[in-house]
């Protein structure tokens, strides 16, 4: 399985940035796909976006525009970049990573937007 370490959560008003980031324990070319999830009090944990090993990209439709992601192969790493942020995206956010059959997670991160 793959060991994820997210990072850069943290609180940002509305309209403005934050970039996540997924530190996976393993080559991230070699991973099937990896995807960003969030979690908000009370709700279902979502799918916000993800990215295949072709790098094929899919979003949620209440971040497309808003939204992207990336990856960095030398650092093993995925990103997040959230822009436009809204209170809505407040959440923990949580870095996934697919490796046929197995489903890896990591501890989340909060993201809090203020209005």
């Known amino acids: 399985q793959v060991q994820l370490v997210e990072s850069g959560g943290g609180l940002v008003q509305a309209g403005g940035s934050l970039r996540l980031s997924c530190l996976a324990s393993r080559k991230i070319f070699s991973l099937d796909a990896m995807g960003w999830y969030r979690q908000a009090p009370g709700k279902q944990r979502e799918l916000v976006a993800s990215i295949t090993s072709d790098g094929s990209t899919n979003f949620a439709d209440s971040v497309k525009g808003r939204f992207a992601v990336s990856t960095d192969i030398a650092k093993n790493t995925v990103y997040l970049q959230m822009n436009s942020l809204k209170p809505e995206d407040t959440a923990v956010y949580y870095c996934?990573?697919?490796?046929?059959?197995?489903?890896?997670w990591g501890q989340g991160t909060q993201v809090t937007v203020s209005s």
């Open positions: 996934n990573a697919l490796l046929r059959p197995f489903v890896s």
